[in-house]
């Protein structure tokens, strides 16, 4: 058995306790790189969800009514105690996730800072007050908490999805029942473990564990619920499309967070060597599992070739194996099925022409380890070019001028994240301008940070997380109409 850090937690949060199932029956987390069960935890459902939202209906009151600023110093001591066990809570994720424990620690410190940021941004929830339309009133316009809410978080980044969700929620006042992906329950329990032990009000945050066959009932305890007034979900456009429609009958609101088939485009003015650090993380990170991930790189003629080349060379140093050992750069893929995606793809695009430069096969390692690849001559008659690969696979596509470029990055229903590399002023707004995405990195492959707007246009989902503005989906707006406040006599 692995070592386990002492704070792990194999209980759900309900209500400020820890408890198990009705059932009894337990759901087991695996570690994806060796197979080994690393802890099970409850196979919660309908019951146990409608416990806890109702226990976070008990504790809205409470904390709505507390100040911004109490509600701030709990959400700072819980980013301090996250960065105190910043080691552990990485090894914990590595465990259960699979990513090398140096990716670990940055997405710890990434979960722990929207604590930090949504604490003052709670601070800074302002109003307004409007010129009236008569003489004897005014018009003020406030900010105020929705109630109880839904967070439903995937396993790619188990830590930072769930603290990207509940610090704003909890800053503008809300509670929230949050229920964490089946693969990887164990982070979203450490981080209710050190809510508990930094001051949060018993109810405020919940976590209620299961599985597969559990989250359609979880799910449809949340939506149901009338006092559950919003659901923020990250995971693929398929169930957010369903999660919309199930909330459209009481129109519960939603942030959707999906999927992304982001395109990655050289011009033959950039800095080639950036470029390929750029493409290097933006692809390869986390094995390639991110929604934010190149999942087609576009290379402008002329450099293709010396582009091509150079990635190669790059993914053959990348060192593959259990993410807690030294020097390991790339972890498992997360599961049998994931893996099988990845084969499917590669097998149709080279079915279809497509030309493996480096990799494309299962890693000597086994399980489900696969190998760094890099494929060229793809085209938008594969499914590689339209699916998200979601795995270690860099496909390539030569272009030769820019409207081409941005015409084949424009043809998805798609548009969380687009990147392009040049160093011509006027190109780099041109191109930023024409891309239909919610975000757009230029000469640069990491974009992620919990001072700007993450999220996504067309199906790639609804809302924003992080910055000022992903406070807001967490509120409702109030205007307030002041009247017969006529003239002193």
Not at 218 to 246: C, E, N, W, Y
Request: charge should be negative; hydrophobic fraction near 40%; charged fraction near 20%.
């Amino acid at each position: 058995m692995a070592q386990l850090p002492d704070f792990l937690k194999t209980e759900s949060y309900v209500g400020g306790q820890w408890v198990k199932a009705e059932s009894g029956e337990r759901l087991e987390v695996n570690d994806p790189a060796t197979g080994e069960t690393l802890a099970t935890v409850p196979r919660m459902g309908a019951v146990e969800t409608t416990h806890a939202i109702a226990e976070a209906q008990k504790a809205f009151e409470g904390w709505s009514n507390r100040t911004a600023a109490d509600r701030a110093t709990v959400l700072l001591a819980w980013a301090a105690a996250m960065r105190s066990n910043a080691a552990a809570l990485a090894s914990l994720l590595t465990l259960e996730q699979g990513k090398p424990f140096s990716e670990s620690l940055v997405e710890i410190e990434y979960a722990a800072s929207f604590f930090s940021w949504f604490a003052e941004e709670g601070r800074r929830l302002y109003g307004d007050i409007i010129p009236p339309h008569r003489a004897d009133a005014r018009i003020l316009v406030t900010r105020n908490a929705l109630g109880v809410v839904g967070g439903i978080t995937p396993w790619n980044f188990p830590s930072a999805m769930v603290t990207r969700k509940a610090a704003p929620a909890l800053a503008a006042g809300n509670c929230m029942v949050l229920k964490p992906a089946e693969a990887t329950p164990l982070s979203a329990l450490a981080i209710a473990a050190l809510a508990e032990q930094s001051g949060v009000p018993a109810g405020v945050f919940n976590v209620v564990t299961g599985g597969r066959e559990e989250a359609p009932h979880i799910g449809r305890a949340l939506i149901d619920s009338p006092h559950v007034r919003k659901i923020g979900f990250t995971g693929s456009t398929a169930v957010g499309k369903q999660l919309m429609r199930d909330c459209a009958g009481d129109l519960t609101k939603v942030s959707l967070e999906l999927g992304g088939n982001a395109a990655f485009i050289v011009f033959d003015d950039a800095d080639i060597d950036a470029a390929l650090d750029g493409a290097q993380i933006c692809k390869f990170r986390n094995s390639g599992q991110t929604c934010i991930a190149a999942n087609r790189i576009y290379v402008q003629e002329s450099i293709h070739d010396r582009f091509v080349e150079a990635l190669c060379e790059r993914a053959q140093q990348i060192q593959v194996g259990h993410g807690l050992e030294r020097g390991v750069s790339q972890g498992p893929l997360i599961d049998h099925r994931g893996l099988e995606k990845v084969e499917r793809l590669v097998a149709d695009a080279t079915g279809k022409g497509a030309k493996i430069r480096i990799g494309g096969q299962r890693h000597a390692v086994g399980g489900t380890f696969y190998q760094p690849t890099v494929m060229t001559g793809v085209t938008p008659a594969m499914d590689i070019a339209h699916e998200e690969v979601f795995g270690p696979v860099a496909t390539i596509t030569s272009f030769r001028k820019e409207q081409d470029a941005v015409e084949m990055a424009n043809n998805t229903p798609y548009g969380l994240a687009g990147y392009f590399y040049s160093r011509d002023v006027g190109r780099i707004f041109r191109v930023a301008d024409a891309l239909k995405t919610g975000i757009v990195g230029v000469n640069t492959g990491l974009i992620s940070t919990e001072v700007a707007p993450f999220g996504g246009v067309k199906e790639s989902g609804i809302g924003r997380e992080g910055s000022k503005y992903g406070i807001e989906d967490w509120t409702e707006l109030k205007y307030i109409c002041l009247a017969g406040l006529g003239a002193a006599s």
